[in-house]
């Protein structure tokens, strides 16, 4: 770009980070970094640092203090214009208040700051700085800003700055506001004011310059005052092409942010057809631009549109391919048409020759920006219905591949990076169809030549982009053939992310065939395994471990091996569910107590060792104790070794193991007593474990065997659970997706199937909170809904049931009294009973939608809140409706005729031939029938809650059932509904 | 795109755009968040990386940096391309860029950015267009500039 001064023109400007840069001196460097990299690399040191930073700062300060004084002076000439004109008009005074409240003598006033006394005041405050003042001290406050120093004025100035009719000052101003607005500026009103002029300019730079601003800033109040502007400038007729690719990508940002103001219409098929690349089937557009300047420039701009047949340049059919995508994915029936369109403009693109798009052809890659884009919109829908567009979208995908294997036209990274680009968007295509499996091994053998490329960046993609392909059923084994590849890039690769696609892609390519292989690499990789990646890999080995077990033995061992390792990165979750799987199976129980012991043997172990051991001997070191090297007494020391080097809570646990010895092994008793009975236990300071100390002595000292048989028995099978760490590593992997969120609710509700379950009174039974009650827990949320919490001694059985079957009516009973309470008054109680309440607090201002979304479970006696906005668009009559609904979930209630004579004892006894526990004494009302049970199944245990009320005078029963599935408690109510 | 950031090897942010609306605080944190880690990986590494969840693809240009943060469906390479073009765009107008000229002249920097990308998407790839658009904005302001100040520039090129 030769003779163009680029607008130099702010010489004060210049001075000032000029002066800014001298403390940085060494900074200065060569020109051109096009060129490649440079070795530079020293710094200054740190106090050399500081000094400079204390220089900047200083110098700053008086630049501020400058800008700040000559924007008050124009602020106050103003004021001051604004006083002396009223009260010139009411009296001729010696003297004027001026704002700074001090008393200045007024023809002093008028003569220092405005010399000339004509003309409006407007003029004057120009006169009192100028546009090119105002834009270069804009300027720099914006250097300023951009250096990392808070603003907290001059927005005025910029503001004033876009009404300007000069070029150059408008795009300062337009500039500071994209950069410095935020949002919720009480400025953006006159911002939208200055956009709204532009807009309507037919000025193209202008139009330009205020597009730019509402997609940089983006916010609400644009999109409301925009959004339906914006579609008409993008598929009218007269609009420029630089113009109309702006409103596009304009129209994408606003969407972004308010999908909900943005309206879908006739413009929408306008825009889908910019993707046409058929010349004769446009519309003729002749340029019809009423904007005329006088200037010789517009002649330039114009020379480039003067055909009459208008077909878009490609930026704009870019940047349209780009708003598609965008609404596709929420309204893909809208943009339905688009598909066939990107499919011939791809496969125009894709067999063109590299020269034929001309500028639009980077690196002899012709168009890879919108050929990504294409395919990118392509991802939104499912292959083709239409033959002919399948098989041409096909063609062009195979065309890609093929071109990958052709020797490359140039040696420039630039050139193989947009090559490639175009085909991993390919790639994703293909994978995202997943139909076609001639296709889908071709990937995946083109993945695998990147695997061994020289270019990290290339290895780096493969991988990752070979994870995705390895869920298709059709390229798994495609994949699995280069686990020796990938197993070496896991311990060659220098660079950690790398890597860490790598154990990605190996957790994805595992099975049953290849589980203990990638196991073993993993675990030997994990011994030098980058810490930031550890917990990955831990949780990874662990899931990969459970899921392909043939052998519970080997997952004992993997997971002993993974303590061994990394046991600082071993959470909980993991160490619980080891626990679980040998608790629930009784062929792996003996090897687990061995393994265990010989584990505990090494001089130092990890904590969570401590902890598996502990539980593990407790439950099962009976299993061991007929090896005279891991007697009894053996096993207790080893432990108790450990105890003084452990935190409170697995302290806690071993506690816990002893009295289970105590139980297992009369024969230390005697031992474990006298540990016990130690002022360390007894007189801990810690409550948890004093108390635990004090009531497990006294439990071995006055509970007779049969008792101790009883509380301390070995723990009953877990329920069958989804795992925990399945759950814990999605929420490491970024935030919820929609089908993780769906996932969590099925984990949720699994989680509050096992919750009625009698937690066991054994290890647990000495206090809540204690590890072992956590392994049943595993942190769930408590069981669904329950009623107010218990106020009387009658239990929470009984309140369970006095809840009344949940109220989901069109308008609650009610509601019309409270709804006239807040005709005068803003907060209250819109809603009550016994179950719910709900309250209702308003705040009225002139506010914008925003509803954040409340969980979907109220714990018992808790609060919570949802805020919902609401806008007033015009008067209304009707009052809104507010649709709230609440269901104490899994109670069904019946009430019947007797069948039979009302006999209590026969009833008592249906009740428990039903299966049922007889519950006596837990209904105030001893008439009534209340009973408990689980259902087992092989993948669940549902807790039972029953009651029958009978009503002898009506001959009546009322049944009510309330069980951790619905379902299940629909079915056990018809059932039982027949039989009194 | 979420956002583009230039800095130095110093950790000097250069030029920032953000595509999401975010708070001051969050970006200086994300900024000096990001520098770092950016700044700490060696030269032949690679040039993408996870970061919370998004991708952060980068590349040095001598003394800066520039980085941009995409979503997870968005193309690495292409982004990688990206970057290119805007130097290319920069390096075509200041003519052999370098970081000063991004200092000095970063008004332009941003309108150069604007012209080339906008809200986080790529608007027009086409050198030609984007420099083109820019030439007529210079052809303005200097008409208007020459107006009333027709004082030398003392240029900061100079200086060495």
């Given at each position: 770009m030769p003779a163009v001064s680029k607008g130099d023109g702010m010489r004060g400007l210049a001075v000032f980070i000029s002066d800014i840069r001298n403390y940085f001196e060494d900074e200065w460097r060569p020109r051109g970094f096009v060129c490649?990299?440079?070795?530079?690399?020293?710094?200054?040191?740190?106090?050399?640092?500081?000094?400079?930073?204390?220089?900047?700062?200083?110098?700053?300060?008086?630049?501020?203090?400058?800008?700040?004084?000559?924007?008050?002076?124009a602020l106050d000439v103003c004021l001051v214009w604004k006083v002396l004109l009223s009260t010139a008009r009411r009296n001729s005074f010696d003297r004027v208040q001026s704002p700074l409240n001090t008393q200045v003598p007024l023809c002093l006033a008028i003569s220092s700051i405005c010399p000339v006394f004509t003309g409006s005041s407007a003029t004057k405050c120009d006169k009192a700085l100028d546009?090119?003042?105002?834009?270069?001290?804009?300027?720099?406050?914006?250097?300023?800003?951009?250096?990392?120093?808070?603003?907290?004025?001059?927005?005025?100035?910029?503001?004033?700055?876009?009404?300007?009719?000069?070029?150059?000052?408008?795009?300062?101003?337009?500039?500071?506001?994209?950069?410095?607005?935020?949002?919720n500026s009480e400025l953006i009103r006159l911002i939208n004011n200055a956009i709204k002029n532009d807009l309507a300019s037919r000025n193209?730079?202008?139009?330009?310059?205020?597009?730019?601003?509402?997609?940089?800033?983006?916010?609400?109040?644009?999109?409301?005052?925009?959004?339906?502007?914006?579609?008409?400038?993008?598929?009218?007729?007269?609009?420029?092409?630089?113009?109309?690719?702006?409103?596009?990508l304009c129209l994408l940002r606003l969407y972004r942010t308010s999908p909900d103001l943005v309206p879908m219409g006739d413009w929408t098929s306008r825009v889908v057809h910019l993707l046409n690349d058929q010349h004769l089937l446009l519309q003729t557009h002749v340029h019809l631009c009423q904007w005329r300047r006088p200037e010789t420039l517009l002649s330039q701009l114009h020379a480039s549109k003067v055909s009459d047949v208008w077909v878009p340049r490609q930026g704009v059919v870019t940047a349209a391919t780009s708003l598609i995508t965008t609404l596709a994915q929420k309204n893909p029936e809208e943009f339905k048409t688009s598909v066939s369109l990107a499919v011939s403009r791809l496969s125009r693109i894709v067999t063109s020759a590299s020269t034929d798009l001309q500028d639009y052809t980077y690196y002899f890659v012709p168009a890879p920006w919108l050929s990504v884009k294409l395919l990118r919109l392509l991802q939104c829908y499912p292959p083709p219905e239409d033959p002919a567009v399948r098989g041409r979208l096909t063609e062009c995908l195979e065309t890609i591949l093929n071109k990958a294997q052709e020797p490359p036209k140039s040696k420039k990274v630039q050139h193989s990076n947009a090559k490639n680009a175009v085909l991993f968007e390919a790639i994703s295509l293909i994978i995202h169809h997943d139909s076609e499996p001639n296709l889908l091994v071709r990937a995946c053998n083109q993945l695998g030549q990147f695997l061994q490329h020289r270019e990290t960046n290339?290895?780096?993609?493969?991988?990752?982009?070979?994870?995705?392909?390895?869920?298709?059923?059709?390229?798994?084994?495609?994949?699995?053939?280069?686990?020796?590849?990938?197993?070496?890039?896991?311990?060659?690769?220098?660079?950690?992310?790398?890597?860490?696609?790598?154990?990605?892609?190996?957790?994805?390519?595992?099975?049953?065939?290849?589980?203990?292989?990638?196991?073993?690499?993993?675990?030997s990789y994990l011994e030098t395994a980058d810490y930031s990646i550890r917990e990955e890999i831990v949780l990874k080995v662990a899931i990969l471990a459970e899921k392909?077990?043939?052998?519970?033995?080997?997952?004992?061992?993997?997971?002993?091996?993974?303590?061994?390792?990394?046991?600082?990165?071993?959470?909980?979750?993991?160490?619980?569910?080891?626990?679980?799987?040998?608790?629930?199976?009784?062929?792996?129980?003996?090897?687990?107590?061995?393994?265990?012991?010989?584990?505990?043997?090494?001089?130092?172990?990890?904590?969570?060792?401590?902890?598996?051991?502990?539980?593990?001997?407790?439950?099962?070191?009976?299993?061991?104790?007929?090896?005279?090297?891991?007697?009894?007494?053996?096993?207790?020391?080893?432990?108790?070794?450990?105890?003084?080097?452990?935190?409170?809570?697995?302290?806690?646990?071993?506690?816990?193991?002893?009295?289970?010895?105590?139980?297992?092994?009369?024969?230390?008793?005697?031992?474990?007593?006298?540990?016990?009975?130690?002022?360390?236990q007894l007189k801990n300071a810690d409550v948890e474990l004093q108390q635990r100390a004090v009531e497990y002595l006294r439990l071995s000292t006055v509970a007779s065997t049969d008792i101790l048989a009883t509380v301390l028995e070995e723990m009953p099978p877990f329920p069958e659970r989804e795992s925990s760490i399945l759950a814990k590593l999605k929420k490491k992997k970024g935030p919820s997706t929609v089908t993780d969120l769906e996932e969590t609710k099925r984990?949720?509700?699994?989680?509050?199937?096992?919750?009625?379950?009698?937690?066991?009174?054994s290890t647990s039974a000495a206090s809540t909170p204690s590890p072992s009650a956590d392994?049943?827990?595993?942190?769930?949320?408590?069981?669904?809904?329950?009623?107010?919490?218990?106020?009387?001694?009658?239990?929470?059985?009984?309140?369970?049931?006095?809840?009344?079957?949940?109220?989901?009516?069109?308008?609650?009973?009610?509601?019309?009294?409270?709804?006239?309470?807040?005709?005068?008054?803003?907060?209250?109680?819109?809603?009550?009973?016994?179950?719910?309440?709900?309250?209702?607090?308003?705040?009225?201002?002139?506010?914008?939608?925003?509803?954040?979304?409340?969980?979907?479970?109220?714990?018992?006696?808790?609060?919570?809140?949802q805020v919902v906005n609401i806008e007033c668009i015009s008067d209304f009559t009707e009052a809104p409706v507010l649709n709230i609904q609440f269901s104490p979930q899994q109670e069904v209630q019946n009430i019947f005729k007797a069948k039979h004579p009302m006999d209590t004892e026969i009833t008592k006894a249906k009740i428990i031939g039903f299966g049922s526990a007889l519950l006596e004494e837990v209904d105030p009302n001893p008439a009534n029938f209340v009973g408990a049970g689980i259902i087992h199944t092989k993948t669940t245990q549902i807790g039972c809650l029953l009651r029958l009320e009978p009503n002898l005078q009506a001959q009546m029963y009322r049944l009510t059932l309330r069980t951790s599935k619905d379902t299940v408690s629909q079915r056990l109510c018809e059932l039982l509904s027949e039989q009194f | 795109m979420q956002f583009m950031l230039l800095f130095s090897r110093q950790g000097k942010l250069r030029l920032q755009k953000w595509y999401v609306p975010l708070s001051d605080k969050e970006k200086k944190k994300i900024t000096r968040e990001l520098v770092q880690t950016v700044l700490a990986r060696k030269p032949k590494m690679c040039s993408f990386l996870e970061w919370r969840d998004l991708k952060i693809v980068y590349k040095r240009y001598a003394s800066l940096y520039f980085c941009c943060a995409i979503e997870d469906q968005d193309n690495e390479l292409i982004t990688l391309e990206i970057i290119h073009r805007y130097v290319e765009l920069l390096d075509k107008y200041f003519g052999s860029v370098c970081e000063l000229d991004i200092i000095f002249n970063f008004e332009k920097a941003y309108f150069i950015l604007d012209e080339f990308l906008l809200g986080g998407e790529?608007?027009?790839?086409?050198?030609?267009n984007v420099l083109k658009a820019i030439e007529q904005a210079d052809l303005l302001q200097e008409k208007t500039e020459n107006m009333y100040h027709s004082k030398s520039f003392i240029g900061y090129k100079k200086a060495y």
């Open positions: 490649g990299p440079c070795s530079w690399s020293s710094s200054p040191s740190t106090t050399e640092n500081r000094k400079s930073k204390e220089a900047e700062i200083k110098r700053i300060n008086k630049e501020l203090a400058n800008i700040r004084s000559k924007f008050k002076v546009g090119y003042s105002k834009k270069k001290y804009v300027c720099k406050l914006l250097f300023i800003f951009l250096l990392g120093h808070d603003i907290d004025f001059g927005h005025m100035e910029a503001v004033n700055l876009l009404s300007s009719n000069r070029y150059t000052e408008k795009q300062i101003g337009y500039l500071f506001i994209s950069v410095l607005v935020n949002s193209p730079t202008f139009m330009g310059l205020a597009l730019h601003c509402i997609a940089n800033v983006g916010s609400r109040e644009m999109a409301e005052a925009f959004a339906g502007e914006i579609p008409k400038i993008l598929v009218a007729g007269d609009t420029m092409d630089s113009v109309k690719q702006s409103a596009a290339l290895r780096y993609l493969a991988l990752e982009s070979m994870c995705t392909l390895a869920s298709s059923e059709f390229s798994h084994e495609a994949v699995k053939t280069h686990i020796e590849t990938v197993i070496n890039a896991l311990k060659t690769e220098r660079d950690v992310s790398v890597r860490q696609r790598a154990v990605d892609l190996l957790y994805a390519m595992c099975d049953r065939s290849n589980a203990q292989q990638i196991v073993a690499e993993m675990l392909y077990a043939v052998d519970y033995t080997w997952y004992v061992d993997t997971i002993l091996n993974l303590i061994r390792i990394a046991g600082d990165y071993v959470s909980e979750e993991v160490w619980y569910r080891v626990i679980q799987i040998v608790i629930n199976r009784d062929d792996v129980q003996g090897y687990a107590a061995k393994t265990v012991f010989e584990a505990l043997q090494a001089p130092a172990c990890h904590e969570n060792l401590v902890k598996v051991g502990g539980y593990i001997l407790g439950e099962f070191g009976n299993l061991i104790a007929g090896d005279p090297r891991s007697s009894p007494l053996i096993q207790f020391n080893l432990l108790h070794s450990k105890f003084h080097l452990c935190s409170v809570p697995t302290r806690a646990l071993l506690l816990s193991t002893y009295i289970k010895f105590v139980n297992l092994f009369p024969e230390v008793k005697a031992t474990i007593q006298d540990v016990l009975r130690s002022d360390s984990e949720r509700s699994i989680d509050v199937n096992g919750g009625p379950e009698p937690v066991p009174a392994l049943l827990g595993l942190g769930a949320v408590p069981p669904a809904p329950t009623g107010p919490p218990p106020s009387s001694g009658g239990g929470l059985l009984v309140d369970v049931f006095s809840d009344s079957a949940s109220a989901v009516a069109p308008l609650a009973p009610g509601s019309e009294d409270n709804f006239a309470r807040f005709v005068c008054k803003n907060n209250g109680v819109l809603f009550e009973n016994q179950l719910l309440q709900i309250g209702l607090k308003s705040e009225f201002r002139q506010n914008l939608a925003i509803t954040k979304p409340v969980d979907p479970t109220v714990d018992g006696g808790a609060q919570v809140q | 790529v608007q027009e790839t086409s050198k030609k």
